[in-house]
C-alpha cells in the first residue's frame, strides 16, 4: 500500500513534548488514501517522546529528522524534509495540519515538487475528493488536486482521532538543511499565559465571551465557566478591540477559526465576523439578554437573560454535577 | 525603504458569498468587493516604515477592472504608486499560478520589503506571502504581530497559538501580518483627493512574459468539483431566565454529556 506522508506537529507539554490532536486526526485521515508515514521534524528527542502515540494512531513508519538546524529556522527547512521524502518514498499524498506553520510549508512543498494543494480540508476520501467548508461555514466545497502528489492541509478537530496500532518503524532522515532555508532564525519561544486551559484550535470545549462582558475583570466569569467544563476560553471581536480579552484569543474571521464539540457564547450578539469562526462547531450554545440576536439562530440551546446571573449560577451548577 | 505591499480584493465577509456556478470560481461579479480587511494592516505598517525610515511604498495586486476601486482606497491612505495586474486569462488561476504571476510583477520594480496581510478573508490560504518567498528566493517572516526595521535586519513577533516567537532576518523580505499589528488609519479627505492623480500601471501577462496556457481555471492545480449551500442548522431550544436558566442550561449540557 503506498504511503501517506503526515507532518507531526507538536506542543510542549510541561518541559517534554507532546503530539498536538490534529496530529492524531490526520494519521486517522490517512488511512483512506494509504498507509500512514508520520515525519518528525524537529530537536533533537522530539520522535522519542512521541513514537508510542504515533504507533497507536496508525504510523506503520516514523520518518526523524531531528537537528538545530531545523528547530532554529522558520518553517522553510521542514519542506525541504518533506520534498525529500516525498521524492524517496513515492507518496500517495502529503497531510500538514492547517495551521499558519502547516500551510506555508504546504506552500513551499508544493512548489518544490510541482504539486497542487488543497487547504483547509475536513475530510478526505479514497480517490481523493476532499470536503472543504468556505465562506464562514455558508458553503460546502467537494474538490480534488489536478497535478502531481496531492497535499493536504487538515482543519483541526474534523477527524475524531480513532486508534489502529502500527509497527511505528523508525527511519533517520538523511539530510543536510540548505542554506536558502535557513534565512529566518528563531531566536526565542515565548509562551503567554493560558491558565493551563487547552489551546483553542484545539480544545473540545470553548466558552467564549463578548461585548456583553462589559469589562476585563468580568472576564473572570467566562474563565470560571470554562474551567469548571476543562475548556478554552474565546472572545469575539468586540471583546478583544475593547480590551476585555488578549487578542490572540479571538474567534472569528479576523481571529481564530474553531469547531469544538461544544461552543459557548456568552453576551455575544453574533455578528457575521464571529460567526465566520465558530459556525461548525458541533453542539451551540448561547447567552444572550437580546432575544433577537443572531447568535440564537446558530444556537442549539439558547437563554434569553441576564448573563451576571445566569454565568455564575451556571457554573455552580456544573462543578456541583461533576463533583 | 522601498516596499510593496500585497494587496488583494475580495467580496466583502459581511454580506453573502458564493461560487458562480457556471465555473465553480468566487462569485467576484454579483457580490460586494472590498479591500481584503488583514491588507489594510500591512498598509498601514508600510507606511509607518516609510515614515520612519524614507522610501516608497507600492501597491500591487493583481484582479479584474474592479479591483482599481481597492487600489484607491490603498492609495488613499497614502500608499505612493501601485501596480495593478490584470488580464482576462487569469480568471480561475490557482493560489500557485497566481503566486508565479505576483513573483514576475515583484521583478518589475526595486524593493527591500514586501508586506501583506497574512490572510484574505475570502480563500483564506494563508499561503501567498510563503509561496512568493519560495519563488524569490528570499526570507519569509510570518504572522507578525511586531516588526522593527534596523537597517536591513528584520526583528518580528511571530503570533503563536500560546504566545509568540521572535524571529529574524534580512531584506529583501516578506513580512505578513496579522490585525494585532497596529490599527489602520482612516483615509483623510486630503488623501483621497491626492489618491485621483496617484500613479497606477497596469501590466498585462504579455508584459510580464507569462504565457496563458501557465495560468487561469485550466492550468489550476486543483479543481472545485462541486459546491452547496450548507444546509440550515435546525431549530434550536430557547428558553427565557426566570432563574431557572441556569439549571435548564445545565440539564441540557448534560443531556449531550458534557456534564
Not at chain 1, 293 to 320: H, M, N, R, S, Y
Request: charged letters at 20%; aromatic letters at 4%.
Amino acid at each position: 500500500m503506498a504511503e501517506v506522508l503526515v507532518l507531526v506537529e507538536t506542543v510542549a507539554d510541561g518541559d517534554g513534548v507532546g503530539l498536538k490532536k490534529v496530529t492524531l486526526e490526520m494519521l486517522t485521515a490517512a488511512r483512506a488514501l494509504g498507509e500512514p508515514s508520520a515525519v518528525v521534524a524537529g530537536l533533537a528527542g522530539t520522535a522519542a517522546a512521541v513514537k508510542e502515540r504515533l504507533a497507536e494512531y496508525g504510523a506503520a513508519k516514523i520518518y526523524v529528522a531531528e537537528s538545530e538546524d531545523i528547530d532554529n529556522h522558520l518553517v522553510a527547512p521542514k519542506a525541504e524534509v518533506l520534498a525529500k521524502l516525498v521524492g524517496d518514498t513515492s507518496a500517495a499524498a502529503v497531510l500538514l495540519p492547517s495551521t499558519q506553520e502547516g500551510k506555508e510549508v504546504a506552500g513551499r512543498l508544493a512548489l518544490k515538487i510541482g504539486s497542487g494543494l488543497l487547504t483547509d480540508i475536513s475530510e478526505v476520501d479514497a480517490d481523493g475528493t476532499v470536503t472543504q467548508v468556505v465562506f464562514a461555514g455558508a458553503v460546502i466545497v467537494k474538490s480534488k488536486v489536478a497535478k502531481g502528489t496531492p497535499i493536504y492541509t487538515v482543519s483541526p478537530n474534523s477527524v475524531p482521532p480513532e486508534p489502529a496500532p502500527a509497527a511505528g518503524e523508525e527511519i533517520a532522515v538523511d539530510i543536510a538543511i540548505s542554506d536558502d532555508a535557513k534565512r529566518v532564525t528563531v531566536v526565542e519561544r515565548t509562551v503567554e499565559a493560558s491558565g493551563g486551559r487547552p489551546e483553542l484550535t484545539e480544545a473540545s470545549i470553548i466558552v467564549s465571551g463578548g461585548r456583553g462582558v462589559g469589562s476585563a475583570e468580568n472576564f473572570a466569569l467566562i474563565e470560571g465557566l470554562a474551567d469548571s467544563l476543562g475548556g478554552a476560553v474565546g472572545a469575539s471581536r468586540a471583546a478583544t478591540d475593547s480590551g476585555f480579552y488578549p487578542h490572540q484569543f479571538q474567534v472569528g474571521q479576523t481571529g481564530k477559526t474553531v469547531s469544538p464539540q461544544l461552543y459557548m457564547a456568552v453576551g455575544i450578539s453574533g455578528a457575521i465576523q464571529h460567526r465566520a469562526g465558530m459556525q461548525t462547531s458541533k453542539t451551540i450554545v448561547a447567552i444572550n439578554k437580546d432575544n433577537e440576536a443572531p447568535i440564537f439562530e446558530l444556537a442549539d440551546f439558547g437563554v434569553v437573560g441576564d448573563l451576571f446571573a445566569i454565568v455564575p449560577a451556571l457554573t455552580e451548577e456544573i462543578t456541583k454535577r461533576r463533583a | 525603504m522601498n516596499i510593496v505591499v500585497l494587496v488583494k480584493q475580495v467580496p466583502d465577509s459581511g454580506s453573502e458569498r458564493t461560487l458562480d456556478s457556471t465555473d465553480n470560481t468566487v462569485a467576484r461579479a454579483s457580490a460586494d468587493n472590498v479591500i481584503n480587511e488583514m491588507d489594510e494592516y500591512a498598509i498601514e505598517e508600510a507606511l509607518k516604515v516609510k515614515e520612519a525610515h524614507g522610501g516608497e511604498v507600492t501597491i500591487l495586486t493583481m484582479g479584474p477592472d474592479s479591483a482599481t476601486d481597492t487600489i484607491r482606497k490603498a492609495l488613499s491612505m497614502g500608499a505612493d504608486k501601485a501596480i495593478h495586474v490584470t488580464d482576462p486569462a487569469l480568471h480561475g488561476s490557482c493560489v500557485i499560478a497566481t503566486s508565479a504571476v505576483l513573483a514576475k510583477a515583484l521583478g518589475t520594480i526595486e524593493w527591500d520589503l514586501v508586506l501583506s496581510g497574512a490572510q484574505s478573508t475570502d480563500g483564506g490560504l494563508t499561503m501567498m506571502p510563503a509561496l512568493l518567498a519560495e519563488r524569490l528566493g528570499v526570507a519569509h517572516l510570518s504572522g507578525a504581530r511586531k516588526l522593527t526595521v534596523d537597517g536591513s535586519k528584520l526583528t518580528v513577533e511571530r503570533q503563536t497559538d500560546g504566545g509568540y516567537w521572535t524571529i529574524e532576518g534580512q531584506t529583501p523580505a516578506i513580512v505578513s501580518t496579522w490585525d494585532t499589528m497596529n490599527e489602520p488609519r482612516y483615509p483623510s479627505f486630503k488623501g483621497i483627493m491626492a489618491a485621483k492623480s496617484k500613479p497606477v500601471t497596469t501590466l498585462s501577462l504579455a508584459d510580464l512574459g507569462v504565457d496563458e496556457s501557465e495560468v487561469g481555471l485550466g492550468a489550476a492545480t486543483s479543481t472545485v468539483l462541486e459546491f452547496a449551500s450548507r444546509p440550515p442548522k435546525s431549530e434550536g431550544e430557547q428558553v427565557n431566565d426566570e432563574g431557572d436558566g441556569a439549571a435548564k442550561l445545565a440539564d441540557f449540557l448534560a443531556s449531550k454529556k458534557f456534564v
